[in-house]
């Protein structure tokens, strides 16, 4: 997030150039009158309508609007008092319970309790219904109870009203939320939900250091009204203004956004230029328009490298903004902050002239778009991820604009701040609370870059490079961690970084065994047991390259049986998630299971997708069974949760080694995954969702030995899979009537579906690790 940028070597050559630009922009353009458009109000848009989102989205993110199920969808509207120091709002939210277990409770974080400000909540209801909320954590949370246990895959509707006082003083936060030299800056200044995770809420007393912000992508619409003459700049696409009198009404849709932003003045002017389908905007003071012109050119620019290496930027709009603050810059949504002082031509700001400066803020927070909006992590528990990644890619926007000799001169300044500790040996992977005021930035910001320039020479540029890449597009509005991070680039280098990663990242007790290929001996297993688990994910839900149905279901199933798995003490780096797969990832993956397995450990194989895809565009039956034969561990476990699941199975019967196969339907029966748009309780595969549940449940445990088997925990989401189908599914008419279309008429059977279990083991198998001697 915060640029904090440390002097730096500069080459001659490079500030030169910054000079040259200068002079060849032209003036800024005078601003002309926005006309009127009318948009509704969000009261009056429908949950699941997301037209008014299209605007802000270019071309090729389209399909994300199709995607993201159970996404929080906030309806906010916003009244900006004429001093400009009172915020008035009304918020309501839809929320859905996406985590495998229950909610009795949903928080809310309250940021401006704790950044000189002050928010208060009140008429809260849920679903209609009042409610009395609590606040905890300094005045900076809110738990909101819910009159009835929200299930997973359940929704409610969470309404409130919300006070503000904006903060005169710039105070926690690095001062990101008040009114100043004339500037009105709203971080934060909404009550919104955290991410839950396998840690809970993330919801705690805010740490001194770092960022706030852990938030999953979601969809805002947004209405202020505020006084006439400002300029107001936020996140996503302006999609209506009204002028009534002295005031003005400005509606904004974002999404899907990690948060919403919003910066004003009456002192703002504009320069814009275009890349691709984006239109970059810079605003700053009227009489700062020379470094406006600076900051869009370095923001152009940034983009352009970024697009280039990464994956194109997804939004029609991008906004640099003039801002006071105690930090250099700060990233949002579609919006970066950069600091007032920067702007003037005259100031030297850390030791170096602010035309200078500005270009490595500027590049840094563009950068974020990338690593911290659309591939998101926990910025407070592990900065690094976004920050040092960054720094990184910082680094070679400078490659790309001026050449490596040139870029060193910014790489020097990564040295310049683990200097200023001594080299501190400090791992970058600590909590941003667990830093002393001093290491934080050389930490994270200084030996964080470091370890990913060594990352990248230990795994080669050009496969570091295609590794990166993979890492946005296959973790785009989800969350990325320091684990999947690491099992991701083991993957596509095929090496051990288990030394690496020790040496930079985690604190030695927390050191991990490789996920790449490694001979068992090698490996201590969990639990003291002699067993490891080993396991692959694969799940498909995104269908357009093979012009099938998508199902665009979040790949829940995958988070459900990584859930498992690690509840029954499975090493997390000795699960892999096999999103979007293809017969050549799924080999691959299959592989590294032979690799590391021995014959005592378990292996798990899970697999949900179209049958179709399976049989028609894998081709299963031509290869799977060769690949099983290759793992040499003889307590294997397939299932396929899919349609004519059994047919997939059915491929292994003639191994001769011991494993035991689940087909979540027969070989002639279709399955059914459910899909949020429809309705009813379960999002993905039923039979994933209560065989996943039932390792939870101690009715499953039918011997009554303490544990519960894979065969007890199939057996049970037969029947609960059966009742489902019979009392939920077909109790919708249109449902049924899909099923008779594709000529099957499974309401009429009592028995269906049938899941269909091939246990070559002869035992129980369990997933508990320490339950094998």
Known sequence: ??????????????????????????????????????????????????????????????????????????????????????????????????????????????????????????????DGQDVEPAYEFEDSGLRVPLPVILQPGEQIVI????????????????????????????????????????????????????????????????????PAD???????????????????????????????????????TVVSETVGETQVNSYAFTERGEGAELALEFGVGSLRSYNERFGTYPYTEFDIVGTPMQALGIEYPGIVGI????????????????????????????????????????????PWLDEAVVQYATYLYYV?????????????????????????????????????????????????????????????????????????????????????????????????????FEEWVYEKAEAVTSTSSLESSDVESSGGSKVDGWAVLAQKDDYSDVEMTDLPVDHIGITTMRRVLEDAGWEPNHIRDLREFDRESLQHDLDWLAENADEDDVVFLYVAAHGRYLRDVLDWDQFFAGEWEQIPSHRRLLVIDSCQAANYTGVISGDASPYLSIAAVAGDEYGWSGLEEEGLPIIGGVFTHYFGEAFGDPNADTDENGLISVQEAALMAEGQQRSYMHDVVFGVPEFVEMYHRGGSFPDQDPTFPDVVIDDAIGEPLYLILDAYP
């Open 159 to 226: 309404e409130m009203d919300f006070a503000v006082e904006v903060a005169r003083e710039m105070a926690g936060n690095y001062g990101l939320f008040g009114y100043f030299d004339k500037v009105l800056v709203l971080d934060k200044f909404y009550p919104v939900i955290p991410v839950y995770d396998d840690e809970g809420w993330n919801v705690e007393v805010v740490p001194p250091n770092g960022d706030l912000s852990y938030f999953d992508a979601s969809f805002y619409l947004v209405r202020v009204t505020g």
């Open 400 to 500: 790309d604009a001026y050449g490596e000799r040139a870029a060193e001169g910014f790489r020097d300044s990564w040295v310049g701040r683990w200097d200023s500790v001594d080299r501190a040996d400090v791992p970058i992977g600590l909590p941003s609370g667990a830093y002393a005021e001093d290491e934080y930035g050389a930490i994270v910001y200084g030996r964080g870059p470091l370890f990913v320039e060594a990352l990248a020479e230990e795994m080669g540029q050009e496969v570091f490079d295609e590794f990166l890449r993979d890492y946005y597009e296959s973790h785009q509005w989800g969350i990325g961690t320091a684990d999947t991070f690491r099992q991701l680039a083991e993957g596509h280098c095929q090496c051990d970084l288990t030394a690496l």
């Open 230 to 268: 400002l300029t107001v700049v936020a996140s996503g696409a302006e999609v209506g203004r009204e002028y009534k009198g002295e005031e003005q009404v400005l509606t904004f849709a974002a999404g899907p956004v990690r948060d919403f932003y919003l910066a004003a003045s009456d002192n703002y």
């Open 339 to 382: 600091a007032l002082a920067l702007y003037d031509p005259d100031a030297e700001v850390w030791g170096l002239p602010s035309q200078v400066m500005i270009e490595s803020v500027v590049a840094h927070e563009v950068a974020h778009q990338w690593f911290y909006n659309v591939v998101g992590n926990d910025q407070v528990d592990e």
């Open 1 to 126: 997030m915060k640029s904090l940028t440390v002097k730096m070597l500069v080459f001659l050559n490079v500030a030169l150039v910054i000079m040259s630009l200068v002079a060849c922009r032209s003036a800024a353009p005078t601003s002309t009158p926005i006309p009127t458009r009318v948009a509704p109000h969000p009261s009056d848009v429908t949950w699941e309508d997301r037209t008014l989102f299209r605007e802000g989205l270019i071309d090729g993110a389209q399909e994300v609007l199709d995607r993201l199920p159970g996404a929080s969808v906030y309806h906010i509207d916003l009244e900006i008092s004429q001093d400009l120091l009172l915020l008035e709002g009304r918020e309501e939210v839809r929320y859905t319970n996406r985590e495998d277990e229950p909610l009795d409770a949903v928080y809310f974080r309250l940021y401006p309790n704790v950044a000189g400000g002050r928010v208060a909540v009140s008429a809260v209801k849920v």
